[in-house]
C-alpha cells in the first residue's frame, strides 16, 4: 500500500500537518508532495490518495492549488480511493470556514474516486458557514484543522482522522 500526499501550503501550516499526517500513517506507505512542486498529475501513479489544503481570502482556495485547479478535471482519479484535509480560521473567517476543502471536494466528485475521511462536524466547531459540510450538515468532507483558533486540538484530531482513514481504507481492500 503507497499513499500519495499531495498538498499546498502559503505559511506551511498544510505543510506541517502534512507531515503529521506522514508520521502518524507511517513514512513507509506516505510520500509527501507539495504541488507547488510536484505535478498534480503526479497523483495518477498511486492508488490512495490524501489531498490538502487551506482557505484563504474570504473563501478561496490556496494559491498553488489555484494555479493547477484547471488540471483537475483531467485527472484521471478513477476508482482510486481519496481523503482531504482542510485548513482554515473559523473565528477570523467565521463565514467562509474551510470553503477550499469543500470546492476540492466537488471537483473531484465527477472523476469517479472513492471518497474516505469525513469528520464529524462536531460541538468543538463554531462558526457561521461553510461549503465543507455534507448536506445534512452533520460532517466535513475531509479532516477541517483550525490552527488559527483550535491550534491545541490539531494533534488529537489528526491522530485520529489517520486511525479512522486507515481504518475505512482496511474496510475497502479486504
Ligand atoms: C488573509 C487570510 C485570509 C484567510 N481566509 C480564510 C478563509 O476565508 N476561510 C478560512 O477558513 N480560513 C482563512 N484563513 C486562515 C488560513 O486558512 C489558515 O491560516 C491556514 O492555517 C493557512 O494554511 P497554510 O499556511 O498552509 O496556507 C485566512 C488567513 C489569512 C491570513
Known amino acids: 500500500m503507497k499513499i500519495g500526499l499531495f498538498y ?9 500537518a502534512a507531515e503529521k499526517i506522514r508520521d502518524q500513517i507511517g513514512a513507509e506507505l506516505v510520500s509527501l508532495h507539495n504541488i507547488k ?29 489555484e494555479s ?6 483531467q485527472l484521471n482519479l478513477n476508482g482510486k480511493i481519496v481523503a ?8 477570523g473567517y ?21 471518497r474516505i475521511g469525513f469528520w464529524p462536524n462536531g460541538d468543538d466547531y463554531e462558526f457561521a458557514a461553510s461549503k465543507a ?15 488559527d483558533s483550535q491550534y491545541e486540538l490539531s494533534d488529537q484530531r489528526i ?11 482496511a474496510d475497502r481492500l479486504a
Open 8 to 16: 499546498g501550503s502559503t505559511t506551511c501550516y498544510t505543510e506541517i
Open 37 to 65: 512542486d510536484d505535478p498534480l498529475t503526479l497523483a495518477e501513479t498511486y492508488d490512495i490518495l490524501i489531498f490538502g489544503l487551506s482557505t484563504w481570502d474570504f473563501g478561496e482556495i490556496q494559491e498553488d492549488w
Open 68 to 73: 493547477q485547479w484547471d488540471d483537475i478535471k
Open 84 to 91: 482531504l484535509y482542510g485548513m482554515g480560521d473559523q473565528v
Open 94 to 114: 467565521t463565514d467562509w470556514f474551510q470553503d477550499a476543502l469543500g470546492m476540492l471536494h466537488d471537483e473531484l466528485l465527477p472523476l469517479g474516486c472513492e
Open 133 to 147: 459540510l455534507t448536506d445534512n450538515d452533520n460532517y466535513f468532507v475531509g479532516l477541517a484543522l483550525d490552527e
Open 159 to 169: 491522530e485520529k482522522w489517520c486511525l479512522q482513514i486507515l481504518e475505512e481504507l
